[in-house]
C-alpha cells in the first residue's frame, strides 16, 4: 500500500472517528433534562386552569398549562402509593403488589425484583436525584431512595407529615417520629427536623440541584456535571394535616364572590387552598430556574398522586367521588408537561389539550424513549420487565383527541381482593376498556361532592352518615389540634364514615342481572388462560407479610360472583358516572370480566401493608435513631427520635411480632377515652 492509499485510508478513519464524535455529542445533546413533579392530594377541580369557577387560584400553574400541554386523561391509583409505585416501576400497583398507602410501621416496600426509573435511566447516561415523599418503603436501607437507584434523596419516607415539625403522629398524645433525613447512595445520612414549611423546603432542595447542575446564577458550578438531570421532586402537599403558610391562608381567607360573600366558608376547603397556593408558588420557584437553562434542553411533568378528599379540603367536580375509590374523582387526576426546548422536538408545540389515556406507569418507557432508547428496544424491556406502561412521546408530539388516537386502550385503577386490604372483605375493582369503564366490588364513598356555600360538606349524601363523621371531627379538631388529630382524622373518613358506605352496591342483584356469566359457555371460555403463561403457582410464598394467591377459583368463580354486580359507565356520554349501563351492553360486561380474570391470576402476591410492627411506644422507639433538633422549635425534645431503616436487607419476616397496625391504632385510642 502506497503513501496515497495510507492518507486515503487514515481520513476516512478520521472521518468516521469524527462523525462518531458529533454523533455522541448529539445524541448527549438531544438527552433532555427531566424534572418530574408529584403533588400530593390534589383533585381534579383544586388548580384553576381546571375549574370553570376558578376557585383557588393558580396562576402560575395556569400559566405553565397554556404554554405546554394539558392530559385531560392523566390516570393514577386510588392512593398514593400505588401511584409512586407505578411511576418508578412501569407496572400498574396489582402487578407491584403494593394495593394501597402503606401505613406507619409496616416493614414492606417496593419488591426489590423490579427495576426501577432511576435505575434504568442512569444506565443512559443521566443523573438521578430525589426530594420530597418517597412512600415505598423505609425499613430497609435497599427500600429507600437511595436503595432504589436514586444517587441522593433528602425528604421523608412515610405520609402524614407536619408541615413545620415533619412528625408523624400515633394519636393526638404522642409525636412518634420525626421524618426527615438527607442521604446518598453510600449510606451516609444525616437526620434533621427542618425548620422550614415542607412545600418551601421541597422546593429549595431542588432548586439547589438544578443550581448544582448549571441552572440559574451557576452558584454552585464546582458540582456542575455534563450529565443530564432527572429530577425527581415529590411534595407533601396538599396532604393532611392541613397547615398552610400564615400568608397563603391568609389570601384564601380573603377571597370573595362576586357578591362579597367568603368564597371558602369552609375552613377544611380554605386552609387547603392554601397548600394549593403554596405548590403554585413552588412549583413557579423551580420553572424560573429551569426558564434560565444549563445549556441543555428540560422537559417538566407535573401530575397529582390521586384524587382530592372532600374529607381534608379537596376538590374533584364534576368527577364522581373521592381518593381511595376507583371513580374518576379518585383517579382522574390534573396533568401536565412543558417542553422547554425551543424547537418542542420531544413533545411538540404547546397551548393545545392532549385527549389520549395516559397512566403513571407511561412515564418510566416515556422519558426512557426521551433519553434515547429506541422503540425496539423498548418493546424488548417492556416484555422482559413487564412494565403495563407505554411510551407516550410519539403521541404526546403527533397529538390526541380522545382515547382512539394514543398508544393506550385500557386502564387497571385497582384489583384488590377479600383479604388484601385494610378492610379485611372489601374487593376494590375499576377497569377501563376504551370508553367502557366498570365498577365493582366495595365503592366506599360513592357521592358527588360540590363546593361549600356555608361551613360543612356539600355532596349528594342526604343522610346522616356524612354529617355525623364531619361533626365529630370537627369537635377533635377543636381539641387537640388539626396536626395531632390527623391519624384519627384519617380513621375516622377512611375506616368508619367509609365503612359505613362500603357495602357492594348490587349485592342483591347477582340473582338476576349478568346470569350469562353464570352460563355454561361462558365458563368454558374464561375457565382458561391458555393464551399467556402464568407463574401464578411457582412463586407462591408463604409469609405474613403476604397475602396468599386467590387461586383459580378465587379469579374465576369468586371473582366472577363479584364482577356479576358491576356498574358499567360509558365515559364518552358519561364522565361523571352518572348512568350504569350494564344492563344495556351484556358482552361488554363479558369483555371486562374475561379480562379481570386474566389480569387477577397474572398479578404476584399483594404485600399485606396493613401488617407492621406494634404501635406501641416503645416498640416504636427500636425503630427511630437520635437526630437534630436544635433548629427547629416545633419539635419537643422529648419527641426528636426519627424515622430510620431498622431491619436488614434480607430480614426474615417471619422473625417479627407484627400486628394489624389499624386495629392497634383503634385499641389505643380506645383506651385513652
Not at 394549593?276 to 411533568?301: A, K, Y
Not at 393545545?352 to 426521551?370: E, N, Q, V
Not at 359457555?521 to 374464561?526: A, G, V
Request: one cysteine or more; aromatic letters at 10%; proline letters at 6%.
Amino acid at each position: 500500500m502506497n503513501i496515497i492509499q495510507y492518507s486515503i485510508c487514515a481520513l476516512l478513519a478520521l472521518s468516521i472517528f469524527v462523525e462518531i464524535v458529533i454523533a455522541e455529542k448529539s445524541t448527549a445533546v438531544d438527552q433532555p433534562n427531566i424534572v418530574f413533579v408529584m403533588l400530593d392530594d390534589v383533585g381534579f377541580a383544586d388548580l384553576s386552569y381546571n375549574n370553570e369557577q376558578k376557585m383557588i387560584p393558580t396562576p402560575i400553574l395556569d400559566n405553565l398549562v397554556s404554554n405546554g400541554i394539558k392530559f385531560d386523561w392523566h390516570y393514577s391509583h386510588p392512593t398514593c402509593t400505588p401511584s409512586r409505585a407505578s411511576l418508578i416501576t412501569g407496572k400498574y400497583s396489582a402487578n407491584v403488589g403494593l394495593a394501597f398507602a402503606m401505613l406507619p410501621g409496616s416493614p414492606i416496600g417496593l419488591p426489590y425484583e423490579h427495576r426501577t426509573l432511576p435505575q434504568l435511566i442512569r444506565e443512559q447516561g443521566y443523573t438521578a436525584k430525589m426530594v420530597g415523599k418517597w412512600h415505598l418503603g423505609g425499613a430497609t436501607w435497599a427500600q429507600t431512595p437511595v436503595g432504589r437507584g436514586f444517587e441522593n434523596h433528602v425528604g421523608s419516607f412515610s405520609y402524614d407529615l407536619t408541615s413545620y415539625g415533619k412528625q408523624n403522629f400515633r394519636d393526638p398524645w404522642n409525636a412518634v417520629a420525626v421524618d426527615w433525613m438527607r442521604s446518598d447512595e453510600s449510606r451516609n445520612f444525616s437526620h434533621y427536623a427542618e425548620p422550614r414549611h415542607a412545600t418551601i423546603a421541597i422546593t429549595s432542595e431542588s432548586m439547589n440541584i438544578l443550581q448544582s447542575v448549571g441552572f440559574g446564577d451557576h452558584s454552585n458550578t464546582e458540582t456542575m456535571t455534563n450529565k443530564p438531570l432527572f429530577l425527581y421532586t415529590a411534595y407533601t402537599a396538599a396532604h393532611s394535616p392541613i397547615e398552610p403558610t400564615p400568608e397563603h391562608e391568609k389570601i384564601c381567607s380573603d377571597l370573595l364572590t362576586e357578591d362579597g360573600k367568603q368564597r371558602f366558608p369552609h375552613i377544611w376547603r380554605r386552609g387547603y387552598c392554601g397548600m394549593v397556593i403554596g405548590l403554585d408558588e413552588g412549583v413557579g420557584n423551580i420553572t424560573s430556574l429551569i426558564e434560565q437553562g444549563n445549556g441543555r434542553d428540560t422537559i417538566l411533568v407535573v401530575a397529582s398522586d390521586n384524587g382530592g378528599s372532600p374529607w381534608f379540603g379537596g376538590m374533584n367536580y364534576p368527577l364522581r367521588s373521592t381518593k381511595l375509590t376507583v371513580y374518576e374523582g379518585g383517579c382522574r387526576v390534573p396533568a401536565f408537561a412543558v417542553d422547554f426546548s425551543t424547537d418542542k422536538r420531544f413533545f411538540g408545540p404547546g397551548g393545545r389539550t392532549h385527549g389520549g389515556l395516559i397512566h403513571f406507569s407511561d412515564w418510566l418507557p416515556t422519558f426512557l424513549g426521551l433519553s434515547g432508547v429506541s422503540s425496539s428496544e423498548l418493546e424488548s424491556m417492556r416484555l422482559s420487565l413487564g412494565w403495563d406502561g407505554v411510551d407516550q412521546g410519539p403521541a404526546i408530539r403527533a397529538g390526541a383527541d380522545s382515547w382512539r388516537q394514543g398508544p393506550r386502550k385500557t386502564i387497571l385503577y385497582d384489583l384488590s381482593l377479600e383479604g388484601e386490604t385494610l378492610f379485611g372483605a372489601m374487593t376494590q375493582i375499576g377497569y377501563r376498556y376504551e370508553n367502557w369503564k366498570c365498577v365493582a366490588g366495595v365503592t366506599q364513598d360513592p357521592h358527588w361532592f360540590f363546593e361549600s356555600t356555608n361551613n360543612k360538606l356539600n355532596s349528594t349524601d342526604e343522610g346522616l352518615i356524612g354529617l355525623a363523621g364531619e361533626v365529630v371531627i370537627r369537635i377533635l379538631d377543636g381539641i387537640f389540634g388539626n396536626a395531632a388529630m390527623d391519624p384519627i382524622r384519617s380513621a375516622i373518613t377512611h375506616t368508619v364514615v367509609d365503612a359505613m358506605y362500603m357495602k357492594p352496591q348490587f349485592k342483591t342483584l347477582a340473582e338476576d342481572k349478568h346470569r350469562f356469566f353464570q352460563q355454561e359457555d361462558y365458563q368454558s371460555k374464561s375457565s382458561s388462560f391458555d393464551d399467556e403463561p402464568s407463574v401464578f403457582f411457582q412463586t407462591s410464598i408463604d409469609s405474613p407479610l403476604l397475602a396468599p394467591f386467590p387461586g383459580e377459583e378465587g379469579c374465576g368463580v369468586n371473582l366472577a360472583a363479584v364482577l356479576s354486580g358491576m356498574q358499567l359507565f360509558d365515559l364518552d356520554n358519561d364522565p361523571e358516572e352518572r348512568f350504569d349501563v350494564s344492563k344495556d351492553h351484556p358482552e361488554i360486561v363479558q369483555k371486562m370480566i374475561y379480562d379481570l380474570q386474566k389480569f387477577c391470576i397474572h398479578r404476584p402476591q399483594q404485600q399485606k401493608y396493613f401488617i407492621g410492627v406494634s404501635l406501641e411506644i416503645e416498640a416504636m422507639k427500636k425503630m427511630l435513631v437520635d437526630g437534630d433538633c436544635s433548629m427547629n422549635p416545633v419539635v419537643k425534645p422529648k419527641d426528636c427520635r426519627f424515622q430510620h431503616p431498622f431491619l436488614e436487607d434480607d430480614f426474615n419476616p417471619n422473625d417479627l411480632t407484627l400486628i394489624n397496625t389499624k386495629d392497634d391504632l383503634m385499641r389505643l385510642v380506645a383506651k385513652k377515652f
